[in-house]
């Protein structure tokens, strides 16, 4: 076996690169490089409390040139995104991409009224929720991302969480918006092709991106990658685009990995019985069974 230098990896074109802020093999680092890759320098990124504030907010930039962040508060990513790009247009700049950078807890949760909103309104930015299933900057408190049976800190002493993943992508294709799709760090070529699929276009889109995160799921930070692909085969997280809520696309075929093979890496899913195994993936082939149906697939 070789090993490789991981220094080596990178290149001048890199926007995110050791030593930065992040955890090591943390996935929302991962996601920000190759959305960065694909939408390019003409940016401003509107980022709330989060992991991704405190390793970017005013620290980025690419080829020596500074790339614009502006921190926003919690439950309004969305609207200030709208703002900017708004203010952007009226000064003559219709080219720079506005593009809110939010976690599941600022997206599912604080901010979910101000995504609705902008949403609703059409509001011409690209809003990009990084899923790393909790509020992990503060310590892995639940939020309607993290799934069920996990471990999080704001559960009651002992117990896991007791509530299913909140469905999002189905919130938003309801919002009709032009662009909705899923992508994952561990399938970087679908995730950079959708990133600039959404540059190319107007309106409102949306892209929910898996982030695994070592320190909130509890796995060693050599599986970030492997726990990525796993959420695919084992059909918790389908990569799919939706076009105006209605057109359905799935973009990779999951092998049907058992769900155990996922679970069992991390230590936040120590408490899930064999039973709760056999519910759990009850619900993941019945979400993936509407999933196939909405995509026009023959599913007998
Ligand atoms: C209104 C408000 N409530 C709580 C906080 C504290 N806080 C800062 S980051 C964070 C977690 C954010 O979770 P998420 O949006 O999922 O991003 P992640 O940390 O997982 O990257 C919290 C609760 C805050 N800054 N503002
Ligand atoms: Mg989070």
Redesign the pocket.
């Known amino acids: 076996m070789t090993t490789t230098n991981i220094q080596l990896r990178y290149t001048e074109d890199e926007y995110i690169k050791p030593p930065h802020g992040f955890c090591p093999g943390c996935g ?1 680092a991962l996601a920000l490089r190759y959305f960065l890759k694909a939408v390019g320098d003409k940016i401003v990124l509107i980022i ?6 405190p390793a970017v907010i005013r620290k980025l930039e690419h080829k020596g040139v500074p790339i614009d962040t502006i921190g926003s ?3 309004n990513v969305a609207i200030i995104a709208g703002g900017v790009k708004s203010a952007l247009v009226l000064s003559g700049d219709t080219e720079t991409q506005v593009v809110g950078w ?10 979910f009224g101000a995504v609705s909103a902008a949403a609703e309104r059409n509001e011409d930015i690209i809003y990009v929720c ?9 310590g892995n ?1 639940r ?1 309607s ?1 993290s799934p069920w049976q996990t471990i999080n800190t704001t559960n009651p002493s002992g117990m896991p969480k007791m509530e299913f993943k909140k469905d999002i992508m189905s919130i938003m294709a309801a919002h009709a918006i032009p662009y909705a799709a899923t992508a994952s760090v561990a399938f970087p070529d679908d995730l950079m092709r959708k990133a600039e699929k959404a540059k190319g276009m107007a309106g409102f889109r949306f892209l929910h991106i898996m982030t695994p ?1 070592t320190q ?1 799921w509890g796995f060693p930070m050599n599986l970030t990658l492997e726990l990525a692909r796993m959420a695919l085969h084992t059909k918790i997280f389908p990569l799919f685009e939706v076009e105006n809520g209605v057109n359905y696309t799935i973009n990779k075929k999951p092998k049907g990995t058992p769900l155990s093979e996922y679970t069992k890496l991390q230590k936040r899913f120590r408490f899930m019985s064999d039973e709760a195994l056999i519910e759990l993936e009850k619900i993941t082939e019945e979400r993936w069974n509407r999933l196939q149906y909405l995509a026009g697939y023959n599913n007998t």
């Open positions: 929302a709330p409390p989060g992991c991704t504030a508060p919690f439950g939010a976690g599941d807890g600022a997206t599912f949760d604080i901010g990084y899923d790393n299933e909790g509020y992990q900057n503060t408190q939020s991302a995160c909130g």
